[in-house]
Each structure stands twice: as structure tokens, then as C-alpha cells.
């Protein structure tokens, strides 16, 4: 009887473990839907002039597919600054962030005609977005 008791109470400790990684697991998958969802709003400052998939055309602004880890100004068949092609800039986290809270700070010259990302939480959900879809 006491085994049988001792039996069911480590049964049931398993399974509650179990679903609490469960329960976790569905969250942060949750919690990265909503960041990707956030950023798709974020980059309809940006879908005007840069398209994101691999081989779709340069807009006026240039395709940002394999951004991450690419260095700044190197797409084939897009006309660049020469601020932009000559910075030798690495678009890693750190930069990619700086440029799109203030690219005219980052890049003096550049002719990407856009302010800005203001909002932390903004550009938080965009880099998701961006890191995402330029694979
Ligand atoms: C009005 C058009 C326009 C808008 C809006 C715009 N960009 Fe750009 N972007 C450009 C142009 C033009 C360049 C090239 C700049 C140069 O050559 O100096 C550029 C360059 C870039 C680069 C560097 C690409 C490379 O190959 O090195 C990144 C990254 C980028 N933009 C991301 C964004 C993101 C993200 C947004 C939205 C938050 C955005 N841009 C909004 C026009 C735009």
C-alpha cells in the first residue's frame, strides 16, 4: 500500500514537471509570434523601398536578404552611397540596431531617407522580424 501510494506521488510529480515544461515551452513560442507579428507592423515603414526574400528585386532601397552578418553596401545590381559601400560597416546586432534608431548618426551621407526607429520596443520586435525573414 505504501509502495503503491509512493508510486502515484512520483507519477504524479513527473507529470506535473512535464506539463509545466509544456506550458513554457507553448508561451515562448507565443511570445515570439507576437514579436514577429510586432515587427511585420514595424516594417511597414520599410516595405516601400526594401523587399526581404531571397532574389526579389531592389526597390529604392536595396533586397535585405542574408543581411545578418553581411557587410554594408555589397548587394549586387543596387547603386549605393558611396558612404554607405565605403563604411566597411558589419550589419551584426549592435550596428544593425544603431542604424535603424538614427542612420543618418551611423552612416553620415547615406541616402537612405528615413529617420528612424524611435520606440526600443519597436525596434526590438523589428530586429525579430528582420533577423526572421532575411535567412
Ligand atoms: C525611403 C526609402 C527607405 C526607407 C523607408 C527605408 N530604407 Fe533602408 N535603405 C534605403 C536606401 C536608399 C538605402 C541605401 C542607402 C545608401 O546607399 O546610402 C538603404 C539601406 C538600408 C540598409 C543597408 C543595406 C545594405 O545592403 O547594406 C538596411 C539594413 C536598411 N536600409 C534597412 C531598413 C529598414 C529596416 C527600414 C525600416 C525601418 C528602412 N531601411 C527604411 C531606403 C529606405
Redesign the pocket.
Not at 547615406?110 to 528615413?114: D, E, G, I, S, Y
Given at each position: 500500500m505504501k509502495r503503491l501510494l509512493l508510486t502515484s506521488l512520483v507519477a504524479s510529480l513527473i507529470l506535473s514537471v512535464g506539463s509545466t515544461a509544456q506550458a513554457e515551452e507553448s508561451s515562448t513560442t507565443e511570445e515570439t509570434e507576437k514579436q514577429l507579428m510586432l515587427g511585420k507592423r514595424?516594417?511597414i515603414?520599410?516595405v516601400?523601398?526594401?523587399s526581404l526574400a531571397e532574389g526579389e528585386a531592389h526597390r529604392?532601397?536595396?533586397n535585405?536578404h542574408g543581411?545578418f552578418g553581411?557587410?554594408?553596401?555589397?548587394?549586387e545590381g543596387?547603386?549605393?552611397?558611396d558612404?554607405?559601400?565605403n563604411s566597411t560597416?558589419e550589419?551584426n546586432d549592435e550596428n544593425?540596431r544603431a542604424?535603424?534608431l538614427s542612420?543618418a548618426t551611423v552612416?553620415p551621407g547615406?541616402?537612405?531617407?528615413?529617420g528612424g526607429?524611435p520606440s526600443e520596443k519597436e525596434l526590438d520586435a523589428?530586429m525579430a522580424y528582420?533577423a526572421e525573414m532575411t535567412k
Open positions: 514595424a516594417f515603414r520599410c516601400a523601398c526594401h529604392t532601397g536595396p535585405l543581411l553581411a557587410t554594408a553596401g555589397q548587394k543596387f547603386a549605393y552611397s558612404a554607405l559601400k560597416m550589419w544593425l542604424w535603424l542612420p552612416i547615406n541616402k537612405m531617407a528615413f526607429v523589428l528582420l
